[in-house]
């Protein structure tokens, strides 16, 4: 059982640690992806997103199922990872 939260745990460190790489590869400066209890994505202060992790249990085995699902592209009042991209262009040119 004690299992179940590491992979969450892991999961959590692999997302945040996938967006920054993927915007270091893109000469964005260092953003601040991080992760709110138990499961909200921010970036630099504000939600981008969530991360789902389920289990079931059989045959004496932990099925373990992770996701995430990000604002990529979508309209106010919220904010996705195109604006923030847009905004790291601007300020960077």
């Given at each position: ?11 959590c ?5 996938s ?61 996705c ?13």
């Amino acid at each position: 059982m004690e299992e179940l939260f590491l992979y969450y745990n892991m999961l959590c460190l692999a997302i945040t640690e996938s967006i920054k790489d993927v915007c270091d590869a893109k000469v964005f400066p260092y953003i601040g992806v991080r992760i709110k209890w138990p499961n909200d994505l921010y970036l630099n202060g504000v939600e981008i997103g969530g991360i789902l992790c389920t289990s079931a249990y059989r045959s004496k085995k932990f099925n373990v199922t992770g996701g995430m699902g990000l604002n990529v592209d979508n309209e106010l009042p919220t904010t996705c990872l195109n604006k923030v991209s847009n905004e790291l262009s601007a300020s960077t040119d």
